[in-house]
């Protein structure tokens, strides 16, 4: 049996958005003991343990310090892809092990895992599939603006957002800045944007991303920022220093709104 922790129902952070989707699915599964944070106990030294998130990562070293079967991912390490191991917790997890299963929501994360846990002989690297939630929002085909630019994480990248604010007509772009919005007004910004801008070092599969391009709108972004992204189909690949305005330009141009599907 797997013992993990219910994603906070109140928590708008994607980790917890996705996981809940995972907890919905799962939650009737007799192989899963789902509590909540403030429940918490050590089970019985049978019962598997499942940390999912970069909150709990002190509890998976105590449970492999405790001798429990331990699982972890998708979202509790390289959260911090600049500086790995990101802390003492993060190294004794990478050093740590074997595990039962290392879960990852992205094809390159799943190499850095390879990678990372190398000296490891036993253990499975697993793409975790998240259960699609269903968006709550009419979709609108009416454009408005010319492109919406989320920025995720970075001066580079906040940086950008300037850049690209600049190279387009005023009043045509919509700036928003995660942490600091709320979900109907990114919906609705995506729903009357023409393409959007997704500026982040690096994600796990965003929830945001996902939602932008359920409105229609195809995004400018790069692999290691939105790994769901089909090159062509709902958006296009650059490199991470060519997040440019003259590349969504170009994107208008080849990407029609009303070929665009959401994965």
């Known amino acids: 049996m797997i013992y993990a922790v219910i994603p906070n129902q109140k928590n708008v952070r994607g980790p917890c958005i996705a996981m809940r989707g ?3 699915a799962s939650k009737d599964d007799p192989c899963f ?7 918490w ?3 019985s030294k049978n019962i598997k343990i499942w940390s999912w998130w970069s909150a709990h990562v002190n509890r998976a070293v105590e449970a492999l310090h405790r001798g429990y079967s331990v699982a972890i991912g998708p979202y509790t390490f390289f959260n911090k892809m600049s500086r790995i191991p990101s802390g003492r917790h993060e190294k ?3 050093q740590g092990g074997p595990y039962l299963a290392i879960f990852h929501a992205a094809e390159w994360r799943r190499e850095w895992a390879r990678m990372y846990f190398a000296q490891q002989e036993q253990h499975w690297v697993l793409n975790l599939t998240i259960p699609e939630r269903v968006w709550e929002y009419e979709w609108k085909n009416s454009i408005e603006y010319s492109a919406l630019i989320y920025v995720k994480q970075g001066e580079i990248q906040a940086a950008i957002g300037k850049e690209l604010e600049r190279m387009y007509p005023k009043g045509k772009t919509n700036t928003i800045v995660y942490g600091h919005y709320r979900r109907k007004r990114l919906l609705e910004l995506a729903s009357k944007s023409q393409v959007a801008y997704y500026l982040a070092n690096n ?3 965003p929830a945001a991303a996902k939602e932008i391009m359920a409105m ?3 995004i400018v972004s790069h692999n290691r920022a939105v790994p769901q992204l089909l090159d062509g189909v709902n958006g296009i690949y650059v490199a991470c220093r060519e ?6 330009l170009e994107l208008e141009k080849k990407c029609s709104r009303r070929n665009v599907c959401c994965v």
């Not at 003991?33 to 429940?39: C, K, L, S």
């Open 22 to 24: 995972v907890y919905r």
């Open 33 to 39: 003991i789902w509590v909540d944070e403030e429940d």
């Open 41 to 43: 106990s050590w089970p």
């Open 92 to 94: 004794e997890i990478i």
């Open 203 to 205: 994600d796990h599969g």
């Open 216 to 218: 229609g709108c195809p």
């Open 243 to 248: 997040q440019n305005a003259s590349r969504g």
